[in-house]
Structure formats: structure tokens, C-alpha cells
């Protein structure tokens, strides 16, 4: 972190300070001091480990899925085109139809406990699916004209062409997405009403109106959020290097 990071950061708590004082309702705008209290008490509870641990395996595991299946049908669109066709219409309905509206249906259908995990999955799959098909039709035709003149295989045309591009894509695509699907899955735990997670937590918080653990669990998500991005683009960057050497 730069001083100039460090400066904005202040700035904000600052900021923020001056307007807890103005407001001077703690049940609206609770203090810095408040948060942190809340944010001690939470992450030395007994409990902290395991809803986090449930909230992860719940996103990571879906994004897995959700990744290699994108992933596989992004690649064959971009091979043949009838397959692009017929997934065209599927993802621009998924990628316009109301996020609330999915979440409410899926709700219903597959209850708290799979109910996000589905929500997650049709919200983040037209995401990746449109990065890595994009990645695949963004290929110069000039090149594929003369990887087929050279008589290259599919898999040669595949690693001297598309699989650069998709390394180029996916490194700033998946950082990105990745903390999309923390976002979407605390949302639908928190509609869902889920026994054990984030989003069971801020739920249990607001029902109570205390609103220093809802800042406190919202850092703690943000927090979780940043760690698991800087990882993913660390381990993306280490790939990159390998595969390039």
C-alpha cells in the first residue's frame, strides 16, 4: 500500500467520522470506534471460523463448476458456430432477466440452503461464458487462414492462437468475476434467509438493528473479498510465467 492509498484511506475515515458526529445516531451511522469493537468480538468468536468456512466452500465450489463449465462451452462456440447459436439466446436471457427476480424463483425452487448456490451460478455463468467465447471469436481470421495453410491440427491452431487469448482474458476476467460471486452469494443468503453463513449473519444483525456488526461483517466480507483476488491474480501471474517459459 502507497502513502497516497494510506492518505485516501484516512481521508475517508475522517470523513466518515465528521458525519457519524453530525448524524448522532449510532443506530444509522455507528462510530469507527463501534465497528472495530464488533469487528474484535466477531472475529474472535467461536463460531468465525465455520461461517466463513461455509460462505467459501459455497462460492469457491460454485465459481469451480460454474468456471470449467463456462469455460468448455465457451471454447466449443468459438469452434463451431451452430453451438454459439444455440447458446445465444439462453445467455442473453440470463445476462437481462432482473437479478431479484432470479433470486426470488430460485428461492423458492431450491430452498435456503441450494438456493443461492443456484442464484450464484446463473448470475456469474453469461459473465464468464461471454469472457472466454469473446476471447475465442476475437482471433484474427488472417491467422486461422494460415494455420490452415500450414495444415495445423486443432490442438496446434488451439495453443499457437486461442489459448494465449485466453490467458490474456481470464487473468483480469476471473480476478474480477471472483468478487462478483462473493457479493452474489452473501445477497442470496441474506434473501434466503441461510442457516449458516455471511449472509445468515447480516440478517441476524439487521433483525436486531445492530448496525456496528452489519459495518463490522461488511468489512470482514470486503476483507475476504480482496484477500481471495489478490491470490487468484497472484497464482494467475505465476501460470502465466510458467506456461510462457
Not at 14 to 19: D, G, M, Q, S, T
Not at 105 to 122: K, N, S, T
Not at 196 to 217: D, H, R, S
Request: aromatic share 12%; with cysteine.
Amino acid at each position: 500500500m502507497n502513502r497516497y492509498s494510506l492518505l485516501i484511506i484516512v481521508g475517508v475515515m475522517v470523513c466518515y467520522e465528521l458525519a457519524v458526529e453530525i448524524v448522532d445516531k449510532p443506530i444509522i451511522l455507528p462510530s469507527i470506534l463501534l465497528i472495530f469493537t464488533e469487528l474484535c468480538r466477531i472475529i474472535f468468536s467461536s463460531s468465525f471460523v465455520s461461517i466463513i468456512w461455509v460462505t467459501l466452500v459455497r462460492t469457491m465450489m460454485t465459481f469451480s463448476c460454474v468456471f470449467i463449465i463456462s469455460l468448455i462451452l465457451g471454447v466449443f462456440s468459438g469452434y463451431f458456430k451452430i453451438i454459439r447459436l444455440l447458446l445465444s439466446p439462453i445467455v442473453t436471457f440470463l445476462r437481462t432477466v432482473p437479478t431479484i427476480s432470479v433470486t426470488i424463483i430460485l428461492l423458492i425452487w431450491f430452498g435456503r440452503d441450494l438456493g443461492p448456490i443456484m442464484i450464484m451460478a446463473l448470475v456469474i455463468f453469461p459473465l464468464l461464458y461471454e469472457l472466454i467465447g469473446g476471447a475465442m471469436n476475437d482471433i484474427d481470421p488472417d491467422l486461422l487462414d494460415v494455420c490452415l495453410l500450414f495444415g495445423a491440427t486443432h490442438f496446434e491452431t488451439f495453443k499457437a492462437l486461442y489459448y494465449p487469448q485466453l490467458l490474456k482474458i481470464l487473468s483480469s476476467g476471473v480476478q474480477a468475476t471472483i468478487g462478483l460471486s462473493f457479493k452474489v452469494m452473501v445477497m442470496a443468503e441474506v434473501m434466503g434467509q441461510s442457516q449458516v453463513g455471511i449472509g445468515q449473519q447480516l440478517n441476524y444483525e439487521k433483525t436486531y438493528l445492530n448496525m456496528p456488526a452489519v459495518f463490522a461483517w461488511t468489512i470482514v466480507l470486503i476483507l475476504l473479498v480482496m484477500f481471495f483476488e489478490i491470490i487468484i491474480g497472484y497464482l494467475i501471474k505465476r501460470l502465466i510465467r510458467h506456461l510462457d517459459a
